[in-house]
């Protein structure tokens, strides 16, 4: 079945810096990647996704790239602010998000 | 803002109490999951439905039991609670179909088994 690794598992950065968080997966299948973001006390609510098609997206500060041939996949978040700071999950998917393996999660602290 | 809505929010319990964590939802998804979230953020799938009368164990094992007699209801049973099974329980929904499919989390329960 899919595996899906993440790194790092904490991440401190200063405000304005750039963050960037990397998921590998096992399933060459995968055509799938969401990104969700959890703050502290509330559920994880989706920030980006990118599908197998695709090489990379943009939405604003952040950014997400795949690598099918490496089978891994990035966050980038540029110029951080103080509520970036918040737990993210990588996901992969074989069935277009019918079902998902999530990444172990990354901590991310934005130090002003 | 997702429609979706758990409670309680926080519950403190007894060991060998029976309790029933509530999920609902109402963007008429199908598609449902409860995910136990250990203290080290990790999510792990133990519950999930295509849809009424439908429920599947996820892949972490799982003593509870959830029930879907309404789409827009998903409820999660401990029939006998235990300091185990202290964690956070995370319900979620999707559409189910064709397309790539958001899913969208509650606020989640954090429950506490003395």
């Known amino acids: 079945g899919e595996n899906v690794e993440q790194h790092p598992s904490t991440l401190s950065v200063q405000e304005g810096d750039s963050a960037v968080i990397k998921c590998t997966y096992s399933?060459?299948?995968?055509?799938?990647f969401p990104w969700y973001k959890q703050e502290l006390g509330k559920g994880p609510q989706l920030i980006i996704d990118i599908r197998s098609n695709v090489g990379e997206k943009k939405d604003q500060r952040i950014a997400v790239t795949l690598n099918k041939t490496a089978k891994h996949f990035s966050l980038h978040i540029t110029e951080t602010q103080p509520e970036d700071s918040a737990v993210y999950f990588c996901a992969a998917s074989i069935d277009y998000g019918q079902n998902f393996v999530f990444g172990p999660g990354t901590r991310l602290s934005v130090l002003p | 803002e997702a429609d979706i809505y758990q409670t309680p929010r926080y519950l403190v319990i007894g060991t060998g109490k029976k309790i029933t964590l509530e999920c609902s939802q109402t963007m008429g998804h199908d598609k449902m999951y409860w995910y136990q979230q250990d203290p080290g953020m990790e999510l792990h799938l133990i519950h999930y439905?295509?849809?009424?009368?439908?429920?599947e164990k996820g892949d972490l094992s799982s003593e509870s039991t959830v029930s879907r007699i309404r789409t827009e209801h998903f409820p999660l049973t401990l029939e006998s609670a235990r300091p185990s099974h202290t964690s956070q329980y995370l319900c979620?929904?999707?559409?189910f179909g064709d397309g790539y499919n958001e899913q969208f989390f509650g606020p989640g329960t954090r429950l506490t088994v003395l």
């Open positions: 439905s295509y849809g009424v009368n439908s429920t």
């Open positions: 399933d060459s299948a995968s055509n799938y």
């Open positions: 979620a929904s999707s559409e």
